[in-house]
């Protein structure tokens, strides 16, 4: 059973889970290039993997397939357990590790598939959001991808993954916490006014659809960071429409493909921050994609101030993406 | 002049930095091992350098030498110039940003010095910190150190560098409201009643001097992420004795070399957490050095939720170091 312990001095919560470090990659600098038969993840294969969650289907079989993590961060079986130890905080390990496999062809990228191959997967998410909910001990749920080594990838099979938590990551509460500080003091949410911000200088803009806006962000971590948000309010990512599902399908990969084509297909990660599985819809938090390309490295003075130093303004790359024609 | 934009959902400041996107390492992977001769740190070399800030001599010239960053994250010419964007926020990029050559001879890490070279590297830290402190625009001093390309280091010559902010930085202030936090509910200092707690269990200690201890967190980021701290409680790293410094150069150098010879040299962070350079003495912080080997990698999980992942125990490691005999 992996352990929850929190650090008294910073607040966050570390999973400290013996059974990954049986995972040979984990020391490893690189992803191994494996061969498309040796693959878990791809068409045929299926066995090699744990038994199936939920999975998108039609004539030809699986679209999408979501499986439990092979080496899971937190494992669904037990009580929580709360506890003290000496003036550490500690609990049990639970929650849930999903990967989504994101096709059955051995494809290294979402934007390898084609609008309706990720409208399936976005659709995935939502529906795994919405299971995970009926589990009254995950609090959070948090989707992201990792993409090349670099990134933390260690199967290059295109796939994302979803981790549940027993309680809301202290990211995610810092910006909860603030949207709210914010909605007290102007009465608006900040999301919706940083979206009417952008729109309105378009000046970090990178594409818009008739109810999605990507823009790199006014203060990004790190170059061509880039997020992605509903024009209209909405806190939870899994209250999103499938008709609006198939439409931000279609900005996110050309979003995607714009990064790739500007940086030559950088390791990246995304990740989903909607609000908490058990909150009701909320006013002040608005649910957001946000791209990560990892094309900087975090060094000391990053880690020890939670300060970034990006060479890159986001004017030029927002620029620089927009101008990227896609065929 | 660089930029300070803070984000307004996280509250991060970030500097953007369009000087530093000339330096022509910023996007390769790693960084290319160069001739001792074609190195601007080694003696020899000093005029491919800014010109000196101050330095530690004897006879044979040199030992310690500190220059401006020729390629500075921050400047410190101007004026700080607050003002908003819209509903974001932004000032002057100013601060200093020093570098602390560590040998005139072309070595790759600290503990290729014996005890009293590092003990003028301590010594010099401390000197710049009490310095800068005489510019009232600068409110804080982090003291880091990148080894390894893994570590965002771009040049293998041992060094480290001083970064003044004019604002104390995010996770700082974390620290020091949580320690606050705790001082207020329980009347002692938070890092006091950890040092207590570690000496008293000893499962996670690594090495200890008469002054200093060296032990894992209960809740490590990472593998054999290890903290050094004076036992006695101190808030200014820059107030520390000279005599201290000296024990606690033995002590640091020990402690890196443990976790050399256990992990077999990996790239790594170092850094110091001291209370502002404005702050009267602290009761309720206490400065400490936070060591960070580079043996995982931070994915899409760990920068969505603040939550880290670690797959060794910290008392597993800590009983690995203690083990390991330095001759």
Partial sequence: MPELRRDPVSGKW??????????????????????????????????????????????????????????????????????????????????????????PEHVHNLTALDDAGVSGVLWMYKQRLVDLKRDFRLVYGLVFKNVGARAGATLEHSHSQLIATPMVPVRVQDEIDRAHAYFDFRGRCLFCDIVRQELATQARIVTESANFVAFEPFAPCSPFETQVLPKRHLSHYEATDDALLRELAGLLRATLLKIDRAIGTPAYNYLIHTAPLNAAPLDHYHWHFEIIPRVTKVAGFEWGTGFFINPVPPEHAAKYLREIRLS
Same sequence: chains 1, 2.
């Fill in 14 to 103: 570390v999973i400290i889970a013996v059974e990954r470090a049986q995972r040979p990659e984990e020391f490893q600098p690189d992803v191994a290039a494996r061969k498309p038969g040796a693959c878990p993840f791809c068409r045929g294969a299926e066995a090699a993997t744990p038994a199936e969650i939920q999975s998108i289907r039609d004539a030809a079989g699986w679209r999408v397939r979501v499986i439990p993590n092979k080496y899971p961060a937190l494992k669904v079986e037990g009580d929580l357990d709360k506890r003290g130890e000496g003036l550490y905080d500690v609990m049990n390990g639970i929650g849930a590790h999903e990967v989504i496999i994101e096709s």
